[in-house]
T-cell receptor, first 109, second 113 residues
Framework: GQQLNQSPQSMFIQEGEDVSMNCTSS?????WLWYKQDPGEGPVLLIA?????ELTSNGRLTAQFGITRKDSFLNISASIPSDVGIYFC?????????FGTGTSLTVIP | SQTIHQWPATLVQPVGSPLSLECTVE??????LYWYRQAAGRGLQLLFY??????ISSEVPQNLSASRPQDRQFILSSKKLLLSDSGFYLC????????????FGPGTRLTVL
């Protein structure tokens, strides 16, 4: 299957700091997605990106679909304690979604 | 609006026992359906996906099987559970290849003892 490399693997930040994480692939995707998963729950879709170069925001979250279509970035501004969780990127090609390995975010109050 | 249900929420089963996990979707027709397994809270492994009733694609050889008896019902089964089958099982749906996103159920925590 296709590999999505997500980094960093984990982050420990102070409340109020900005966060950046990214996802890269050796393959082109037509859609990039970002999810957040709280412990013991299913991932929840945060942002979906459909065009190369697209920049989309959802509150304090901003994501970009890379120009090469092989990468995507997620930024969280002014982090708060409830941002804690695991963030997954996903790429869609055909009928299949391929997921990154996740970035675990810890926000220290 | 669309909703996705999974049950049971948690399950503890002995090795060698059978398994049946159920997933149903409401509020949409002819969804693509997926089963994932997640170990240790990281990394989603795609197990099966289905684009229609009776159509199942398997991603990895394993001790599990899937069935789709109805348009919005997806079942994950095993005849004999192994210790390695323990994990967090997630069902998801999407609207075909529209790329509108994939939406996950609440998950089932399976522990095989």
């Amino acid at each position: 299957g296709q590999q999505l490399n997500q980094s960093p693997q984990s982050m420990f930040i102070q409340e109020g700091e900005d966060v950046s994480m990214n996802c890269t692939s050796s393959s082109i995707f037509n859609t990039w997605l970002w999810y957040k998963q709280d412990p013991g729950e299913g991932p929840v879709l945060l942002i979906a990106l459909y065009k190369a170069g697209e920049l989309t925001s959802n509150g304090r979250l901003t994501a970009q679909f890379g120009i090469t279509r092989k990468d995507s970035f997620l930024n969280i501004s002014a982090s708060i304690p409830s941002d804690v969780g695991i963030y997954f990127c996903a790429g869609l090609t055909g009928n299949q979604f391929y997921f990154g390995t996740g970035t675990s975010l810890t926000v220290i109050p | 609006s669309q909703t996705i249900h999974q049950w049971p929420a948690t399950l503890v089963q002995p090795v060698g026992s059978p398994l049946s996990l159920e997933c149903t979707v409401e509020g949409t027709s002819n969804p693509n359906l997926y089963w994932y397994r997640q170990a240790a809270g990281r990394g989603l492994q795609l197990l099966f996906y289905s684009v229609g009733i009776g159509q199942i694609s398997s991603e990895v050889p394993q001790n599990l099987s899937a069935s789709r008896p109805q348009d919005r019902q997806f079942i994950l089964s095993s005849k004999k559970l192994l210790l390695s089958d323990s994990g967090f099982y997630l069902c998801a749906w999407s609207v075909g290849t529209s790329g509108l996103g994939q939406y996950f159920g609440p998950g089932t925590r399976l522990t095989v003892l």
